[in-house]
């Protein structure tokens, strides 16, 4: 049985003052109570250490957004794995898609990142996912089935366990518009068989798949309610603390 994971992707918003509010808001909405998944808050670099102040002692976990393909060096501007490992981050988000879209990250940034986060150990979230064009010409399996190629069977061994898949079609991310949940389902069903056929059946069975585009409160049961889908990266509605445990119930929900 996998755990569900309910992982809010803060992106380019939340301060240390305003990361610390929202993950105690978060914290003191879930304080004692018995989860059977894991939820996960992915602040920004200078906000990690606010929120693990706060975080402590919540069943709330920690993770980065983004990390450098290097452990350290002449690389300005960017941040090592050992550095947010020593910071407390549990789990690493790479390869979402505004990475690839605005800073023209590629697939070889990806797996490179994917290795030293694990070199850490550490868990990688993994995302992709097709774009809208793709869809419509029907190629979402293709573009699907290349970007899982370029990653997955690099894994050996106990990594390949410490991955958390991330299906995010791009068109449905920040746009209102949600994958139904039955194109996710076939999505994530399709995927699964691509891991089992990449890395084993064993590997398969374990990893979790998460959906991610437009989830909110309203939708997140049906669509963590499919057999496939173990979860939600959020965007948007990770930063209202109500929204976002909102979402972490509609998890419970399926599981309870
Ligand atoms: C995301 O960017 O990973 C995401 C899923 O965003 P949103 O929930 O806002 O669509």
New binding site residues.
């Given amino acids: 049985m996998r755990r569900y994971l309910v992982a809010g992707?803060w992106?380019l918003n939340m301060g240390p003052q305003a990361g610390r509010d929202l993950a105690a808001a978060v914290g003191e909405r879930l304080r004692g109570r018995t989860l059977h998944g894991d939820v996960l808050v992915c602040p920004p670099f200078v906000t990690i250490p606010a929120v693990a102040a706060v975080a402590q002692g919540d069943p709330v976990l920690l993770g980065a957004q983004n990390c450098a393909a290097h452990e350290q060096g002449a690389y300005t501007g960017e941040v090592a794995p050992g550095m947010l490992k020593e910071a407390g981050v549990q789990y690493v988000i790479i390869g979402?898609s505004?990475r690839r879209q605005y800073y023209g990250e590629t697939d070889a940034d990806f797996a490179a990142k994917i290795d030293l986060v694990h070199a850490q150990g550490m868990k990688a979230i993994f995302?992709y996912g097709e774009v809208l064009e793709e869809r419509k010409a029907g190629r979402a399996e293709e573009v699907v089935r290349a970007q899982l190629q370029a990653v997955l069977p690099r894994l050996e061994g106990p990594n390949a366990y410490n991955l958390v898949l991330a299906y995010?079609p791009v068109w449905?991310?920040?746009?209102g518009e949600t994958a139904t949940p039955e194109q996710a389902q076939q999505m994530h069903a399709f995927s699964r068989a691509l891991v089992a056929e990449m890395l084993g059946a064993d590997v398969a069975e374990n990893m979790r798949i998460l959906y991610?585009?437009?989830?909110k409160p309203g939708n997140a049961r049906e669509l963590i309610g499919q057999p496939d889908v173990d979860g939600g990266?959020?965007?948007?509605?990770s930063l209202k603390a109500e929204d976002f445990v909102g979402i972490v119930d509609g998890a419970e929900a399926v599981v309870g």
């Fill in positions: 992707n992106k979402h505004e995302c995010e449905a991310i920040g746009t991610g585009g437009s989830c990266l959020i965007g948007g509605a």
